[in-house]
C-alpha cells in the first residue's frame, strides 16, 4: 500500500507565513506524479491568497526575499519555478527577513 506521504509533497512554511496558513507549519500538496514547483504553489494559492502574495509578486514570479529548497537545493540553483518536485519530496520555503 503506497503511503500518504508518497501521493503528496510537503511544503513546510515558516512560522511569519504560518499566519495566513491557519498556523500550519506542514501543507501536503496532492502529487500523482512530478509536479512543478509553479504549479505547487498555484495549489496552495488557491487555499491560502495571502500566502501567495507574500510568496509571489504580482507576475506570478517568487520573490527576492523568498528562497525555495527542494530537499534542501535552491531551486534557483535547478530549474526555478519549473523544477519538477516528485511526490513525496519536501519543498521548504525562507522568507528573509530585514531589519536591525
Known amino acids: 500500500m503506497v503511503g500518504v506521504a508518497e501521493k503528496t509533497v510537503t511544503v513546510v512554511v515558516p512560522s511569519l507565513l ?33 500566502f501567495n502574495r507574500r510568496v509571489r509578486n504580482e507576475t506570478g514570479a517568487i520573490r527576492r526575499y523568498v ?17 519538477l518536485v516528485a511526490p513525496g519530496q519536501e519543498l521548504l520555503i525562507i522568507q528573509s527577513v530585514a531589519g536591525g
Open 18 to 50: 504560518a499566519k495566513v496558513t491557519g498556523e500550519r507549519r506542514e501543507l501536503s500538496v496532492p502529487a500523482s506524479g512530478p509536479r512543478s514547483v509553479a504549479e505547487i504553489l498555484d495549489d496552495l494559492a488557491a487555499d491560502f491568497p495571502v
Open 67 to 83: 528562497n525555495l529548497y527542494l530537499d534542501g537545493e535552491d531551486i534557483r540553483t535547478l530549474q526555478g519555478p519549473a523544477t
